[in-house]
């Protein structure tokens, strides 16, 4: 398997990350060797295994449906980029 | 004093030898003289761990203290602390003041223990190296030409530099017991789901762990009493009986059986590791351990299992560093799409690109059952491999890394080559297990070797107890590096 120029675009896309063509001819080449590590993979049979998504067999905790949080708008807002009468702002998104 | 145990810091503070202010101070005037050589700290702030100690002295002399009540932690700079600069080594958190405290923190400031600074680290922890920390790479103490490891570098060069008493570290694929390793220090990575992480900016969830780092497994112990426990805000956090981790430091190692996997010590190891490794297992022997060879058949997919699940997970923890509520925001942009490429393209540096991108591929449509679910299952025989070898022993040891440390920039332009030094540590992440590394002699260059101690789920307290034993017959553990 090998990625294409296409298919790195579109994962840059994907991701959210603006490159440059430099950067994704750079990015094929190593994406491309790293996919040739996780090739091993492919050959090994694993009919009948379950996947482990983690360590220990645990269900997901449940909790009383109450407020736990308290309010700290200020706080929180106090490190954002951009915020304005206590609403974060971002580009005009609709016309 | 840089030399003394935790023990004997809490005896000597306990004893009003010393000030936990004095203690403190000492430490920022060591760091101020020596940080710029190593550059271990990221970020430090003498007025809040100066107000720490103040609040510490006075809570020893009400007569309320704890085994670390004033003693000077530092804290790798992935945990959120309240009031402190805490970057995770990137560009995209330059300017993020928590405000709010980890789980692992708000346990050291309930104990009393001072916040001496936060440590360098690989970006988001992605490294083995040091190397792409924004804030420039750390330098190993035992020659400032080499890399400490990684991502849990400055840590480790702090300890080894005795630039704190004892640190924090993280290990998602090794990067608490490799530095370790190649800076001649302790550090243990406890069983998944021991110390909580809320607050701990997150890597790859399946696999993160906070756990100690320090010069003795003696000082790990006290620090795990501290950092382990129940947090309900990680979804992830076992609910266990309090332990105390220090309980059978003392016991005899007669009779313990050691498991030796024959793929550890297989092709890719260097030959001074080995000699070190080696002579650590017959130090073993003496004290009564006996060996025997097993086998982890699967230890080679764990690489290519490993740099799919980590990367998955990744890209989607990732994804919330968009440049809106907190973090770097690119200056100019058309935009929101663009605002966010663009913030996300000059707040990651290149290796955490790479990663988000292996994860975002995976994930897509149509690979997302070759790949990940793939990886998932070839975890699922790892973990059966470590579940198979635990029948024939009580422990599993073998190297840590298969090199000593190697010189900066040397491994730098090949991620290849990187990811495949972390063969012997990954696979423990992945199965869940614990695993500690501790000095046992030098190798080329007169550099630290590591031993690594594999333990089965929840013996960190016997893991501790055979370190302990080991580091009261050899003196290796309490070397330091010259010339500084």
């Known amino acids: 398997m090998s990625l294409t120029t296409d298919d790195v675009t579109k994962v840059a896309q994907l991701a959210r990350l603006a490159m440059s063509e430099q950067e994704i001819a750079t990015a094929q080449s190593q994406l491309n060797a790293i996919f040739g590590l996780i090739a091993e993979m492919q050959a090994v049979d694993t009919t009948g295994i379950a996947p482990m998504s983690h360590a220990q067999d645990v269900v997901q905790r449940l909790r009383e449906d109450v407020v736990t949080e308290t309010n700290q708008r200020d706080a929180f807002q106090a490190i954002a980029p951009q915020v304005e009468q206590g609403l974060f702002l971002v580009p005009k998104v609709i016309e | 004093?840089?030399?003394?145990?935790?023990?004997?810091?809490?005896?000597?503070?306990?004893?009003?030898?010393?000030?936990?202010?004095?203690?403190?101070?000492?430490?920022?005037?060591?760091?101020?003289?020596?940080?710029?050589?190593?550059?271990?700290?990221?970020?430090?702030?003498?007025?809040?761990?100066?107000?720490?100690?103040?609040?510490?002295?006075?809570?020893?002399?009400?007569?309320?203290?704890?085994?670390?009540?004033?003693?000077?932690?530092?804290?790798?700079?992935?945990?959120?602390?309240?009031?402190?600069?805490?970057?995770?080594?990137?560009?995209?958190?330059?300017?993020?003041?928590?405000?709010?405290?980890?789980?692992?923190?708000?346990?050291?400031?309930?104990?009393?223990?001072?916040n001496l600074g936060k440590t360098n680290m690989d970006e988001f922890a992605m490294g083995s190296s040091?190397?792409?920390?924004?804030?420039?790479?750390?330098?190993?103490?035992?020659?400032?030409?080499?890399?400490?490891?990684?991502?849990?570098?400055?840590?480790?060069?702090?300890?080894?530099?005795?630039?704190?008493?004892?640190?924090?570290?993280?290990?998602?694929?090794?990067?608490?017991?490799?530095?370790?390793?190649?800076?001649?220090?302790?550090?243990?990575?406890?069983?998944?789901?021991?110390?909580?992480?809320?607050?701990?900016?997150?890597?790859?969830?399946?696999?993160?762990?906070?756990?100690?780092?320090?010069?003795?497994?003696?000082?790990?112990?006290?620090?795990?009493?501290?950092?382990?426990?129940?947090?309900?805000?990680?979804?992830?956090?076992?609910?266990?009986?309090t332990e105390n981790y220090a309980r059978d430091l003392g016991k005899p190692l007669a009779g313990l059986r050691i498991g030796l996997p024959k793929e550890f010590f297989a092709e890719g190891l260097g030959?001074?590791?080995?000699?070190?490794?080696?002579?650590?297992?017959?130090?073993?022997?003496?004290l009564g351990a006996t060996v025997v060879e097993i086998s982890l058949p699967n230890t080679r997919l764990s690489i290519p299992v490993y740099y799919v699940l980590a990367p998955a997970e990744a890209s989607s923890n990732l994804s919330r560093f968009d440049g809106v509520r907190y973090g770097y925001r690119a200056p100019e942009y058309s935009d929101l799409a663009d605002m966010y490429e663009k913030s996300r393209a000059q707040g990651f540096g290149a290796e955490v690109k790479r990663r988000i991108m292996i994860g975002t591929y995976v994930l897509s449509h149509g690979y997302y059952d070759a790949y990940y679910i793939q990886a998932q299952k070839i975890r699922r025989l790892i973990a059966q491999d470590f579940d198979e070898a635990f029948k024939q022993c009580d422990v599993i040891m073998g190297p840590t890394s298969p090199s000593t440390a190697f010189k900066l920039g040397e491994k730098g332009d090949d991620p290849v080559q990187m990811y495949l030094s972390d063969i012997y540590t990954i696979a423990v992440n992945l199965a869940g297990l614990p695993g500690m590394s501790i000095p046992c002699g030098f190798g080329a260059n007169n550099m630290p070797v590591g031993l690594q101690i594999i333990g089965n789920y929840f013996d960190e307290a016997r893991m501790l107890n055979v370190a302990h034993q080991y580091q009261l017959a050899t003196d290796w553990h309490s070397r330091a590096p010259q010339g500084l």
């Not at chain 2, 570098?153 to 993280?170: E, N, P, S």
């Not at chain 2, 030959?271 to 003496?286: C, L, T």
């Open chain 2, 1 to 114: 004093m840089f030399e003394s145990s935790l023990k004997q810091l809490g005896n000597a503070l306990a004893a009003r030898q010393i000030s936990s202010v004095e203690l403190t101070q000492l430490y920022l005037d060591r760091i101020a003289k020596l940080n710029p050589q190593l550059n271990a700290y990221i970020t430090l702030n003498p007025e809040l761990s100066l107000a720490q100690a103040k609040a510490a002295d006075e809570r020893l002399a009400a007569g309320n203290a704890t085994a670390l009540t004033g003693i000077p932690i530092a804290q790798k700079d992935i945990f959120c602390a309240k009031g402190w600069l805490t970057t995770c080594g990137s560009k995209m958190l330059h300017n993020f003041v928590s405000p709010y405290d980890a789980h692992v923190i708000s346990q050291f400031n309930n104990a009393g223990a001072i």
């Open chain 2, 130 to 241: 040091n190397e792409t920390s924004h804030y420039g790479a750390v330098r190993n103490p035992w020659d400032t030409q080499r890399v400490p490891g990684g991502s849990s570098g400055g840590t480790a060069a702090a300890v080894a530099a005795r630039l704190c008493a004892a640190a924090t570290g993280t290990d998602t694929g090794g990067s608490i017991r490799q530095p370790a390793a190649l800076c001649g220090i302790s550090g243990l990575k406890p069983t998944y789901g021991v110390c909580s992480r809320y607050g701990m900016i997150a890597f790859a969830s399946s696999l993160d762990q906070a756990g100690p780092m320090g010069r003795s497994a003696e000082d790990l112990a006290l620090m795990m009493n501290v950092m382990a426990g129940f947090d309900e805000r990680d979804s992830t956090s076992l609910p266990r009986e």
């Open chain 2, 271 to 286: 030959g001074d590791v080995a000699q070190a490794v080696e002579a650590a297992i017959a130090e073993y022997q003496k």
